[in-house]
């Protein structure tokens, strides 16, 4: 992970995602063309943010954490370009789901 990626430090409930690559070539080298090409709705979490604070001030912590693969929702999040590369910031409450390590 970068440099600048470690520092990068999310605000409340927000969390900093790397999407996985698409897969652009099959295992034999047949390219597979743009429009064929299924989109990528997983990713890894590279940093979160420390939570919400209700209104009592209480925190609540974020449901992922620093290395988990999430499922992402098809639209949202805001791109983050850092040291030339596409990173995207997502609520934690719009990750779809934690993908259980085998």
């Known amino acids: ?11 409340f409930d927000r969390v900093l995602v790397q999407k996985a ?21 997983t ?7 420390e939570g919400l604070r209700t209104e009592s001030g209480s925190l609540i912590p974020p449901a992922v954490g620093v290395g988990d693969e999430v499922m992402l929702p098809e639209f949202g999040g805001t791109k983050v370009t850092l040291e030339e590369k596409d990173y995207f910031l997502f609520r934690d ?8 390590p085998e």
Request: aromatic residues 2%; glycine residues 8%; proline residues 4%.
């Open 1 to 11: 992970m970068a440099g600048v990626v470690r520092r990068f430090l999310p605000l």
């Open 21 to 41: 690559e698409v897969i652009t070539k099959t295992s034999s080298g047949i390219l597979i063309p743009e429009r064929s090409q299924a989109k990528v709705l």
């Open 43 to 49: 990713g890894k979490v590279l940093a979160v943010g």
């Open 93 to 100: 409450s719009d990750i779809l789901a934690k993908m259980k």
